[in-house]
């Protein structure tokens, strides 16, 4: 049953072997029957018995892309060695099988649905590959780390273990420490009625506090009525959407919207983050129930975008170091970013280089999907699983690459780094806090 | 809204505040707040680069702070901020602070009555709750979902009651939180415990619980129902007769379970915040009948017209009217009574209010960023650069109207006979 | 030999038509009645002009990156569905067929341009074929159904050439002719072949998602 492929480059995984170790076939085939029956339909069925093994896909995919073509990283082989045998097989598969499915729906796909663009029948990878990770999900079979993440979720409505008193604690922290540049800045917290509810990741009031403090720069200098929640809700990440642990992803986005409604906001910024975004735009509502987003969500891409239209965000300097752009698959591929992104970019930096290719069909930063949140273990499959994109870096010639996601800047940062490519990775609100006009501030 | 009786109910409208401006020396001032019965109006006020203080109704008290934040006004009009001072936090109302400082406090709670108030609180990395001044005898290595009865007797909230290192997957599988009660924590260690609540008569507890990655259920005071659930809500107490009401997911489907036994049919595709009636004769929740549909059922029979989003569901005392905001495909906020949406739609609708005989629903509406009181889908002539939420008498025939125009605070009370449909 | 070939044009073909217009039917309804109620959050975003528009794009083989990434396969997979479907509808052979069983007036193609067509399809199994014999990528993923259905293919076309130059014994051919033709007709619900009749939907569900929801092209 075990195909030449994952079987030859096992890695061990405390979670995945714990995970294992506690299962029988007769156990897997019970709740692998009950999730494809419960939770399975129309699409799935269609997928498996129409896709015409015609190996098109392939080319889509930077795994196979940067495994020199390796037939087995093809976006086709990752279901044919997981999905296609668990329904040749009634689901009667091996422990050890069933390890294989998970190393590869965690670690071998980031569901970024570039393949979409090269199968011609419209086959969503991406989705079946989900599926597997709902089996795996069910069967206690995850990836050590991005496990714990989701227990981070369920226990804190946030992605890093963020306690309630931690947040306040950090906004109020940015704010004195932004007050030395501007002296009348506020991060208003828990104002009922603001238009704008500024939504962050859970990592930024731990490490990237300086996110934070930018954007309420931003907000402050460009007269935005804001605020931000002082309860859990506030962190708009979700790793469960990833493990495949759709209660809890329906747990944390029903936080974060109840959040939004309880405030009586208009819309929900979000900060540079691309898998929150689609968890928030496209899989926790549906989860839930909501066709769309409950209350609208916006990218932060497009809120600068909507600042530099009204005439809000002004420019003080351009940025000249020459520069590119990484296209986040969760919000170009997602949400068709890529006009407003450019716009945004060229906005401050004159010397813009595009990057090939790129805008749909940019190589996806192999971080996402939550490959980077199986931690340590995995750091080599997404580095040397993405030698195109290190390639597509380096053939730019710039210094400085823009990624206006958070999983990308992680994901990119360890190929600059094992590649070498010697870049500097920034956001787009780095250059914008750098080089906009503010009016308040002292100095 | 029994305390509101004492309030001022004669109709007509009054300036309460000629000027909003503050009197000392300040550098800024940050958002208003109303007390309840339209008397007061607060905002922190920030003095210097290091001073802070709170401003009701044109003086600023005279206790000062290095930060202040959070003023909210109780049930019964009185005002509590949570402020800074040399490091520690403590909580001050009306212009006492309490007499102990703690390493962080957040998320102020009011009982009822607004006698008793409770805080969350971090005390030297330990977490649990202080209510009145007095903090939890045993505090945990975290805590959240807080919660304060009714009465204000007792506290809860989930807590982690067994240390656990980074990554420790396994022991997180096995359990480490629970339910603490007035600091007491629940023999029952399980993985997830949210949203504890008590009973009207603060004797028991309830919280949503998961046991495994997928088995969830429904606690009372450590004891678990029979049944788990693919998923549940939030569970609430039938202020009448104790009984306890939770959406759960079963088969696929969203339905209501009452102590243990189902009660609506699962046959929702969302069912959630779920209220009693005060008379506990009748249940609501909003519900969604179909994939993206959602609406208010009452005893399970959903209303036929549905909205793409539903929130707070307001009942009258008897259950026998309801009201819930609601927002149409254009992104345009209205009120659904009893069935029917208002006619007119607004940028914003806010909390809805419902009278006691349930005649009349009234809620702050907003269109181009000013605010007006619209009662039964009329809207009231005032104009608001910005409003509070309206309340009703306890009669029920008159709401009391608050809010901020030019620079003056206003409150009026205003017969809401003629909205009658 | 006669009773043989009276069989498999008349009852057989009356067989093999209904299990191919019944079973298309069926399968349609019910894959439907399964979206309805399992893919409850997929289906109330199809949406027909951004269908159209992915169909569309796909139905230009060099309009997605997709075909362009494969030329020669994209160019092959054209040819060998154009061909595919055209040469057994308008061959004067079965419009003969229908004319004298059913009385039905058919347009034709000429027997040169039918064989020449016929001979592409040919070219394309054998490129298939042979591409998925020897290429990396398809010999990890195929299986057993992806052979019976080009094959399938093959001997149809293989046997109609074959008949149509009268190589070998000719009534023989022709009746073997008429069984492939007949199995790949009945087949097409139940096997592979069953993109044929899925396909627009598949499409237009992924060109709905990546439109109307994704505000992005899916080509
Ligand atoms: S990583 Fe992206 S391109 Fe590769 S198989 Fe997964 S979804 Fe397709
Ligand atoms: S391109 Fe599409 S049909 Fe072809 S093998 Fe890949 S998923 Fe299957």
Same mark, same amino acid.
Request: proline letters at 5%.
């Given at each position: 049953?075990?195909?030449?492929?994952?079987?030859?480059?096992?890695?061990?995984?405390?979670?995945?072997?714990?995970?294992?170790?506690?299962?029988?076939?007769?156990?897997?085939?019970?709740?692998?029957?009950?999730?494809?029956?419960?939770?399975?339909?129309?699409?799935?069925?269609?997928?498996?018995?129409?896709?015409?093994?015609?190996?098109?896909?392939?080319?889509?995919?930077?795994?196979?892309?940067?495994?020199?073509?390796?037939?087995?990283?093809?976006?086709?082989?990752?279901?044919?060695?997981?999905?296609?045998?668990?329904?040749?097989?009634?689901?009667?598969?091996?422990?050890?099988?069933?390890?294989?499915?998970?190393?590869?729906?965690?670690?071998?796909?980031?569901?970024?649905?570039?393949?979409?663009?090269?199968?011609?029948?419209?086959?969503?990878?991406?989705?079946?590959?989900?599926?597997?990770?709902?089996?795996?999900?069910?069967?206690?079979?995850?990836?050590?780390?991005?496990?714990?993440?989701?227990?981070?979720?369920?226990?804190?409505?946030?992605?890093?273990?963020?306690?309630?008193?931690?947040?306040?604690?950090?906004?109020?922290?940015?704010?004195?420490?932004?007050? $030395?540049?501007?002296?009348?800045?506020?991060?208003?917290?828990?104002?009922?009625?603001?238009?704008?509810?500024?939504?962050?990741?859970?990592?930024?009031?731990?490490?990237?506090?300086?996110?934070?403090?930018?954007?309420?720069?931003?907000?402050?200098?460009?007269?935005?009525?804001?605020?931000?929640?002082?309860?859990?809700?506030?962190?708009?990440?979700?790793?469960?959407?990833?493990?495949?642990?759709?209660?809890?992803?329906?747990?944390?986005?029903?936080?974060?919207?109840?959040?939004?409604?309880?405030?009586?906001?208009?819309?929900?910024?979000?900060?540079?983050?691309?898998?929150?975004?689609?968890?928030?735009?496209?899989?926790?509502?549906?989860?839930?129930?909501?066709?769309?987003?409950?209350?609208?969500?916006?990218?932060?891409?497009?809120?600068?975008?909507?600042?530099?239209?009204?005439?809000?965000?002004?420019?003080?300097?351009?940025?000249?170091?020459?520069?590119?752009?990484?296209?986040?698959?969760?919000?170009?591929?997602?949400?068709?970013?890529?006009?407003?992104?450019?716009?945004?970019?060229?906005?401050?930096?004159?010397?813009?280089?595009?990057?090939?290719?790129?805008?749909?069909?940019?190589?996806?930063?192999?971080?996402?999907?939550?490959?980077?949140?199986?931690?340590?273990?995995?750091?080599?499959?997404?580095?040397?699983?993405?030698?195109?994109?290190?390639?597509?870096?380096?053939?730019?010639?710039?210094?400085?690459?823009?990624?206006?996601?958070?999983?990308?800047?992680?994901?990119?940062?360890?190929?600059?780094?094992?590649?070498?490519?010697?870049?500097?990775?920034?956001?787009?609100?780095?250059?914008?806090?750098?080089?906009?006009?503010?009016?308040?501030?002292?100095? | 809204?029994?305390?509101?009786?004492?309030?001022?109910?004669?109709?007509?409208?009054?300036?309460?505040?000629?000027?909003?401006?503050?009197?000392?020396?300040?550098?800024?001032?940050?958002?208003?707040?109303?007390?309840?019965?339209?008397?007061?109006?607060?905002?922190?006020?920030?003095?210097?680069?290091?001073?802070?203080?709170?401003?009701?109704?044109?003086?600023?008290?005279?206790?000062?702070?290095?930060?202040?934040?959070?003023?909210?006004?109780?049930?019964?009009?009185?005002?509590?901020?949570?402020?800074?001072?040399?490091?520690?936090?403590?909580?001050?109302?009306?212009?006492?602070?309490?007499?102990?400082?703690?390493?962080?406090?957040?998320?102020?709670?009011?009982?009822?009555?607004?006698?008793?108030?409770?805080?969350?609180?971090?005390?030297?990395?330990?977490?649990?709750?202080?209510?009145?001044?007095?903090?939890?005898?045993?505090?945990?290595?975290?805590?959240?979902?807080?919660?304060?009865?009714?009465?204000?007797?007792?506290?809860?909230?989930?807590?982690?009651?067994?240390?656990?290192?980074?990554?420790?997957?396994?022991?997180?599988?096995?359990?480490?939180?629970?339910?603490?009660?007035?600091?007491?924590?629940?023999?029952?260690?399980?993985?997830?415990?949210?949203?504890?609540?008590?009973?009207?008569?603060?004797?028991?507890?309830?919280?949503?619980?998961?046991?495994?990655?997928?088995?969830?259920?429904?606690?009372?005071?450590?004891?678990?129902?029979?049944?788990?659930?693919?998923?549940?809500?939030?569970?609430?107490?039938?202020?009448?007769?104790?009984?306890?009401?939770?959406?759960?997911?079963?088969?696929?489907?969203?339905?209501?379970?009452?102590?243990?036994?189902?009660?609506?049919?699962?046959?929702?595709?969302?069912?959630?915040?779920?209220?009693?009636?005060?008379?506990?004769?009748?249940?609501?929740?909003?519900?969604?009948?179909?994939?993206?549909?959602?609406?208010?059922?009452?005893?399970?029979?959903?209303?036929?017209?549905?909205?793409?989003?539903? $929130?707070?569901?307001?009942?009258?005392?008897?259950?026998?009217?309801?009201?819930?905001?609601?927002?149409?495909?254009?992104?345009?906020?209205?009120?659904?009574?009893?069935?029917?949406?208002?006619?007119?739609?607004?940028?914003?609708?806010?909390?809805?209010?419902?009278?006691?005989?349930?005649?009349?629903?009234?809620?702050?509406?907003?269109?181009?960023?000013?605010?007006?009181?619209?009662?039964?889908?009329?809207?009231?002539?005032?104009?608001?650069?910005?409003?509070?939420?309206?309340?009703?008498?306890?009669?029920?025939?008159?709401?009391?109207?608050?809010?901020?125009?030019?620079?003056?605070?206003?409150?009026?009370?205003?017969?809401?006979?003629?909205?009658?449909? | 030999?006669?009773?043989?070939?009276?069989?498999?044009?008349?009852?057989?073909?009356?067989?093999?038509?209904?299990?191919?217009?019944?079973?298309?039917?069926?399968?349609?309804?019910?894959?439907?009645?399964?979206?309805?109620?399992?893919?409850?959050?997929?289906?109330?975003?199809?949406?027909?002009?951004?269908?159209?528009?992915?169909?569309?794009?796909?139905?230009?083989?060099?309009?997605?990156?997709?075909?362009?990434?494969?030329?020669?396969?994209?160019?092959?997979?054209?040819?060998?569905?154009?061909?595919?479907?055209?040469?057994?509808?308008?061959?004067?052979?079965?419009?003969?067929?229908?004319?004298?069983?059913?009385?039905?007036?058919?347009?034709?193609?000429?027997?040169?341009?039918?064989?020449?067509?016929?001979?592409?399809?040919?070219?394309?199994?054998?490129?298939?074929?042979?591409?998925?014999?020897?290429?990396?990528?398809?010999?990890?993923?195929?299986?057993?159904?992806?052979?019976?259905?080009?094959?399938?293919?093959?001997?149809?076309?293989?046997?109609?050439?074959?008949?149509?130059?009268?190589?070998?014994?000719?009534?023989?051919?022709?009746?073997?002719?008429?069984?492939?033709?007949?199995?790949?007709?009945?087949?097409?619900?139940?096997?592979?072949?069953?993109?044929?009749?899925?396909?627009?939907?598949?499409?237009?569900?992924?060109?709905?998602?990546?439109?109307?929801?994704?505000?992005?092209?899916?080509?």
């Amino acid at each position: 049953m075990s195909i030449p492929g994952i079987r030859d480059r096992k890695i061990e995984d405390v979670g995945l072997q714990a995970g294992v170790d506690r299962l029988t076939e007769d156990q897997i085939q019970k709740t692998i029957k009950k999730v494809l029956k419960g939770e399975t339909g129309a699409k799935l069925k269609l997928y498996a018995e129409t896709c015409m093994r015609c190996g098109l896909c392939a080319e889509g995919c930077h795994y196979y892309m940067s495994h020199d073509k390796d037939p087995s990283y093809a976006p086709v082989s990752k279901v044919r060695q997981t999905m296609w045998e668990i329904l040749r097989h009634n689901g009667k598969v091996s422990p050890e099988f069933i390890y294989g499915c998970a190393q590869i729906a965690y670690t071998e796909c980031n569901m970024c649905k570039r393949c979409a663009h090269y199968c011609p029948l419209g086959i969503d990878i991406g989705y079946i590959i989900s599926v597997v990770r709902r089996i795996c999900h069910k069967l206690g079979v995850v990836p050590l780390y991005i496990q714990d993440t989701a227990h981070s979720h369920s226990a804190t409505m946030n992605q890093m273990w963020v306690k309630d008193d931690e947040w306040p604690d950090a906004l109020q922290w940015q704010e004195d420490e932004a007050r $030395d540049e501007i002296p009348n800045l506020r991060i208003p917290l828990e104002v009922e009625g603001a238009d704008i509810f500024y939504s962050v990741i859970g990592p930024e009031p731990k490490f990237r506090t300086q996110l934070i403090y930018q954007a309420a720069v931003l907000m402050n200098e460009t007269g935005q009525s804001w605020t931000m929640p002082a309860t859990p809700g506030w962190d708009n990440s979700d790793m469960a959407m990833y493990t495949g642990d759709y209660e809890v992803m329906g747990r944390i986005k029903r936080a974060h919207f109840d959040t939004a409604m309880r405030l009586k906001v208009k819309r929900i910024v979000m900060g540079e983050c691309g898998h929150a975004f689609r968890s928030i735009y496209d899989m926790g509502n549906r989860w839930l129930g909501w066709k769309m987003h409950p209350v609208r969500v916006m990218h932060a891409i497009e809120f600068y975008h909507e600042l530099l239209e009204k005439g809000q965000l002004k420019i003080a300097k351009t940025f000249d170091t020459p520069v590119t752009l990484h296209d986040p698959c969760n919000i170009i591929r997602g949400r068709g970013l890529m006009d407003q992104a450019r716009e945004v970019v060229k906005a401050f930096c004159p010397n813009f280089v595009e990057m090939t290719p790129n805008r749909e069909h940019n190589y996806c930063c192999c971080a996402g999907g939550g490959v980077i949140n199986c931690g340590p273990p995995f750091k080599n499959v997404r580095v040397e699983g993405n030698k195109v994109k290190a390639e597509q870096l380096i053939r730019t010639g710039v210094p400085v690459v823009i990624a206006p996601c958070h999983n990308c800047h992680g994901g990119l940062e360890d190929i600059i780094h094992a590649y070498k490519t010697g870049q500097e990775l920034k956001f787009l609100i780095d250059i914008i806090y750098e080089c906009m006009e503010k009016p308040d501030a002292v100095e | 809204m029994r305390l509101a009786s004492s309030w001022d109910w004669e109709p007509g409208q009054r300036v309460v505040l000629e000027s909003t401006k503050c009197s000392e020396e300040h550098e800024w001032q940050e958002e208003f707040y109303a007390s309840p019965d339209g008397e007061r109006l607060a905002c922190v006020v920030r003095l210097s680069d290091f001073e802070s203080g709170v401003w009701v109704n044109g003086e600023v008290w005279e206790s000062r702070f290095d930060r202040v934040w959070y003023p909210r006004f109780g049930p019964d009009n009185r005002l509590t901020v949570l402020a800074q001072a040399e490091m520690d936090w403590t909580v001050a109302t009306e212009d006492a602070a309490w007499e102990d400082s703690y390493t962080y406090v957040w998320g102020t709670r009011f009982s009822e009555d607004g006698a008793h108030v409770a805080v969350s609180v971090q005390q030297d990395g330990a977490y649990g709750m202080i209510v009145d001044g007095k903090i939890w005898d045993t505090l945990y290595e975290n805590a959240n979902n807080f919660t304060l009865s009714p009465d204000g007797s007792r506290s809860a909230a989930a807590v982690q009651a067994i240390p656990m290192g980074q990554a420790e997957v396994a022991k997180f599988k096995a359990g480490v939180f629970t339910v603490a009660v007035d600091g007491q924590a629940w023999d029952k260690i399980v993985m997830n415990a949210w949203t504890p609540v008590f009973s009207k008569d603060a004797r028991k507890v309830a919280a949503q619980i998961r046991l495994t990655h997928f088995d969830y259920a429904i606690a009372v005071d450590g004891g678990l129902w029979p049944d788990t659930y693919q998923m549940v809500w939030e569970p609430v107490f039938n202020p009448a007769n104790g009984q306890l009401a939770a959406p759960v997911k079963a088969g696929g489907a969203w339905g209501v379970a009452i102590d243990g036994l189902m009660a609506w049919k699962p046959r929702f595709f969302q069912c959630w915040q779920p209220v009693f009636s005060r008379n506990g004769q009748r249940l609501a929740a909003i519900v969604a009948p179909e994939y993206g549909e959602f609406t208010v059922a009452i005893d399970g029979q959903p209303w036929s017209w549905t909205y793409p989003v539903i $929130d707070q569901v307001v009942l009258s005392d008897d259950g026998s009217c309801a009201a819930a905001r609601a927002k149409d495909n254009d992104e345009k906020w209205t009120i659904i009574k009893d069935g029917k949406p208002w006619e007119r739609t607004y940028d914003m609708v806010f909390s809805p209010a419902i009278s006691p005989d349930g005649a009349f629903a009234a809620a702050k509406v907003e269109k181009k960023g000013q605010h007006r009181i619209a009662v039964n889908g009329h809207e009231l002539e005032t104009v608001f650069d910005q409003a509070w939420d309206p309340v009703f008498n306890p009669e029920g025939d008159k709401i009391l109207v608050r809010g901020l125009s030019q620079g003056k605070f206003l409150r009026a009370v205003v017969p809401v006979e003629q909205y009658r449909y | 030999m006669n009773a043989a070939y009276e069989f498999v044009v008349g009852p057989l073909a009356w067989i093999a038509g209904a299990i191919f217009v019944l079973g298309s039917i069926y399968r349609l309804v019910s894959m439907y009645a399964l979206a309805v109620k399992k893919d409850y959050s997929s289906l109330p975003y199809m949406d027909l002009k951004y269908s159209l528009r992915s169909i569309i794009h796909w139905l230009n083989p060099f309009g997605t990156a997709g075909w362009k990434a494969s030329p020669w396969t994209a160019a092959v997979t054209f040819i060998f569905h154009i061909c595919l479907i055209i040469t057994p509808l308008f061959l004067l052979g079965h419009a003969v067929l229908l004319e004298t069983f059913h009385g039905i007036e058919w347009p034709t193609i000429s027997d040169g341009l039918a064989d020449g067509l016929t001979m592409l399809v040919i070219a394309g199994c054998i490129f298939f074929i042979i591409r998925r014999a020897t290429v990396d990528k398809l010999k990890y993923i195929t299986s057993g159904m992806d052979w019976f259905v080009i094959f399938l293919v093959l001997a149809t076309f293989l046997t109609g050439f074959a008949a149509y130059h009268q190589w070998l014994n000719y009534q023989f051919i022709l009746i073997l002719h008429i069984l492939a033709g007949e199995a790949m007709l009945a087949s097409i619900p139940f096997t592979r072949l069953s993109h044929m009749i899925f396909w627009v939907f598949i499409r237009g569900y992924m060109g709905s998602e990546f439109g109307k929801v994704r505000h992005a092209k899916d080509w």
